[in-house]
């Protein structure tokens, strides 16, 4: 080992003083960068990895603070709201579809009532005479609520819709029947117009759907009349 230090020194103290200096220099910047790689470098690529978590941790965090403010916001809402627009939205058509039966009840003869109402209708006026009375075969009818009906007598203040043109997103529709009633009457043509004046001034409310009046001898004249009246029944008469 001292004979290779001692051909190396000789070598050494041979050369000029110029190459003596660039050759220490050289043995410098080698010793400088085995000790940079060794310790400086190692230490730069533990910085830079170190760097790379702190931004990925940084990135996480950013994450999870934006999923803390989404669950803190669907927090801060009401989890029925949906729910309680929908009972509103029902309670709305309800009321309109209470606003409608209000609106007919004033028209409605239940079977019970359809009793009395006969009664007075076939209480004729003096001089006119009965011909013929016929029961119309009770039809159903839904309703649903008309907004534009500013006419709230009788079915004017509801709309009739078939049931095959109904959805889902309508307003639940009224289903009443409709009775019809046939009167042919014979008398002078003042005293079928009385009579005419008496049934438009009973409690009951008969609405007229046809009416033909002919004048067959001189006074006497035969007055054919079709009246409705409106129930939630389809029974005509009750016991």
């Known amino acids: 080992m001292n004979e290779f230090w001692q051909r190396y020194s000789e070598k050494f103290q041979?050369?000029?003083?110029?190459?003596?200096?660039?050759?220490l220099m050289s043995g410098a910047i080698a010793i400088t960068f085995i000790?940079?790689?060794?310790?400086?470098?190692?230490?730069?690529?533990?910085?830079?990895?170190?760097?790379?978590?702190?931004?990925q941790l940084e990135a996480d965090m950013r994450a999870k603070a934006q999923t803390i403010d989404i669950f803190q916001q669907a927090l801060s809402e009401d989890p029925n709201k949906t729910v309680t627009?929908?009972?509103?939205?029902?309670?709305?058509?309800?009321?309109?579809?209470?606003?409608?039966?209000?609106?007919?009840?004033?028209?409605?003869?239940?079977?019970?009532?359809?009793?009395?109402?006969l009664i007075d209708l076939l209480k004729l006026q003096k001089g006119v005479s009965l011909l013929t009375f016929d029961v119309i075969a009770a039809q159903p009818i839904s309703l649903v609520p008309n907004s534009n009906t500013t006419d709230?007598?009788?079915?004017?203040?509801?709309?009739?819709?078939?049931n095959n043109e109904a959805t889902s997103n309508e307003i639940p529709s009224l289903t009443l029947y409709k009775?019809?009633?046939?009167?042919?009457?014979?008398?002078?043509?003042?005293?079928?117009?009385?009579?005419?004046?008496?049934?438009?001034?009973?409690?009951?409310t008969f609405f007229?759907?046809?009416?033909?009046?002919?004048?067959?001898?001189?006074?006497?004249?035969?007055l054919e009349v079709e009246l409705y009246s409106l129930s939630t029944k389809r029974e005509f008469i009750g016991v």
């Not at 709230?152 to 078939?162: L, T």
């Not at 005419?196 to 009973?202: A, D, G, Y």
Request: net charge negative.
């Open 14 to 23: 041979a050369i000029t003083t110029r190459e003596q200096m660039l050759v």
């Open 35 to 55: 000790l940079f790689s060794l310790f400086v470098d190692a230490n730069l690529v533990r910085s830079n990895v170190f760097t790379k978590d702190i931004a």
């Open 85 to 117: 627009e929908q009972i509103s939205q029902y309670e709305s058509k309800l009321g309109q579809v209470d606003v409608a039966l209000l609106s007919l009840t004033s028209d409605l003869i239940d079977p019970i009532q359809m009793r009395f109402a």
């Open 152 to 162: 709230s007598n009788g079915p004017e203040a509801a709309q009739a819709v078939n």
């Open 179 to 204: 009775h019809g009633i046939k009167l042919t009457l014979s008398g002078s043509y003042f005293q079928l117009r009385d009579y005419l004046s008496m049934l438009e001034q009973l409690k009951w």
């Open 208 to 222: 007229w759907h046809k009416f033909d009046y002919k004048l067959k001898e001189y006074p006497q004249s035969v």
